[in-house]
């Protein structure tokens, strides 16, 4: 980067700037040529580093924490959680809905179905007053659908036999076993 890529002429002045991973290098040479260069084509990389993090299940702080000891310039933790709230979370809503209605689709057709389901509470160390409800169609392991509850509303039974089972979308299952785990 010690010459113009114009001209050839001696730069004299050189510019680095970040947009969170998108390193920018201005180049001015002694003839005034201004010459522009940037690490990535396009300044989506960013939502994709944070898409990685977040579909691999890491945390900003780790993630972070390993770009500082190779130093990699990634987003603002701030940005990070705005790209999430923004793009990846409706980005993930909207595919599951689809996914949803697809498997549900595909279980009207079947004359028996076996679902099943279980339950996840928040993390260790925490109270559990949330968890996380969810039926999965047992062949093809797909989440047939999934609900936010209260801990006390949670199943306690070992296995229990439930017909119809009402889904969203004023869709029902018919003939339709259950089993579900002690939570
Ligand atoms: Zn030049």
């Known amino acids: 980067m010690g010459r113009c890529l114009q001209c050839g002429d001696v ?5 680095k700037t970040h947009t969170g991973s998108l390193l920018t290098v201005s ?3 002694d003839t005034g040529h201004t010459t522009v260069w940037n690490s990535q084509q396009h300044p ?11 579909f691999a299940g890491a945390t900003y ?6 770009c500082q000891f190779i130093g990699l310039q990634v987003p603002s933790q701030r940005t ?14 909207r595919a599951w809905l689809t996914e949803k209605d697809r498997t549900q689709e595909e279980l009207q057709t079947d004359k028996d179905v076996c679902l099943i389901g ?5 993390s260790p160390g925490y109270s559990a007053k949330y968890s996380t409800y969810i039926l999965m169609h047992s062949p093809s392991n797909k989440i047939v659908d999934f ?3 209260q ?32 939570n």
Request: charge should be neutral.
């Open 44 to 54: 989506e990389g960013n939502v994709m580093l944070c898409a990685a993090v977040l």
């Open 11 to 15: 730069v004299h002045q050189i510019t």
């Open 27 to 29: 180049l001015l040479c």
């Open 118 to 122: 279980d339950a996840r509470c928040d």
């Open 80 to 93: 990070f959680f705005r790209i999430q709230e923004n793009f990846l979370y409706p980005a993930v809503h």
């Open 151 to 182: 801990v006390s509303e949670v199943p306690v039974h070992s296995l229990c036999i439930i017909w119809p089972i009402p889904l969203h979308g004023g869709k029902d299952l018919r003939k339709r076993l259950v089993l579900t785990t002690q």
């Open 147 to 149: 609900e936010v509850v």
């Open 61 to 66: 702080s780790r993630f972070h924490q390993i």
